[in-house]
């Protein structure tokens, strides 16, 4: 992964850029995996490597291939990335130990979802008994977002034509 | 590609498999990993292959823009339709154990409905957006 990001910093054709982002996308996929959350490694793996690259190359087809060169020396941003990146290092350090069982977020409602999901729902896969069910409001929301961010995209993209249409007549 | 025999034909078996683990996955999302989100997209993603090896326009004649535009609006309304069906069988909105007198079977029939909604809203959407940006030629 860190050979793909320094990759992707570096290399100036866009098209390798976007190869690359799939490639990222598949490695964090199997950091999902590694880390038991097969649902989301699924969704890496289908949007960000699959849709997300075809999505990529067709904008890629209507610009051209080559990056610029930047315009500006990169040492501010890179120096307040650095400083960001320090924050959030030292914040990580009072958070509780990785898969500690006395951490907040495993004693508040997940044991409830645990222990009494699969009675409830009849759904053995948590997963989708909390994300369809227990929080199903949350997911309305979502795919409200989806739909939200599908309706953006009609109508920036077919005014546009609807302009060019009107000039040329 | 249209002329590419290897790849017309590979795609040619490989596509109702594809389609059928989408639908797999769709609705065994209740038991392994899987579900709407994951199914639309995979459908999606059949459609874009599709539409790369036989051409954007017969895509859209087998799947036109009136049907992908009608599915984003579609699986919203289902999953509030869903939503509403519990209030009006006296629950709360979005309560799936009064959709049916066993509140078990209650609950896959809501989860099933909504995930079917989530599933028609991204299939429709990341399928909008793939149209309306393969159809625009370098200007």
Known sequence: ????????THVRNL????????????????VMVALDAVDVAMTEAAVGAGVSTVLLLGALHLCRSEEEKPAHKPWLPLAVTIGTGLVLVYGTWDLPAFGDPEAPIHTHVAPRYLQD?????????????????YRGFDTL?????VFTAGIGVIALLRRRRHVREDKNT | MKNDMILRIVGKLL?????????????????????????GTIVAATMVFYAIIYGLNTARRVLPDWIVEAMIAAGVLLYLGVGFAGLLLGGNFLDYFVLDADPVVGQ????????????????GVLLKIFYLFARRGPD
């Not at chain 1, 992964?1 to 992707?8: F, G, K, S, T």
């Not at chain 1, 999901?117 to 069910?133: D, I, K, M």
């Open chain 1, 15 to 30: 098209f390798a850029v976007v190869v690359l982002f799939g490639l990222y996308s598949f490695l964090t996929a199997t």
């Open chain 1, 141 to 145: 929301g979502e795919t409200t977002v």
């Open chain 2, 108 to 123: 896959h029939r809501g989860i099933f409905w909504i995930e079917l909604g989530v599933a028609i809203t991204v299939c």
């Open chain 1, 1 to 8: 992964m860190m050979v793909a990001v320094v990759a992707l």
């Open chain 2, 15 to 39: 596509i109702p498999f594809i389609l059928m683990f989408a639908l797999y996955v769709q609705f065994h999302g209740d038991f392994g990993p899987g579900g709407g989100f994951q199914a």
């Open chain 1, 117 to 133: 999901g699969p009675r409830e729902t009849g759904v053995p896969n948590v997963v989708t008994a909390v994300l369809a069910s």
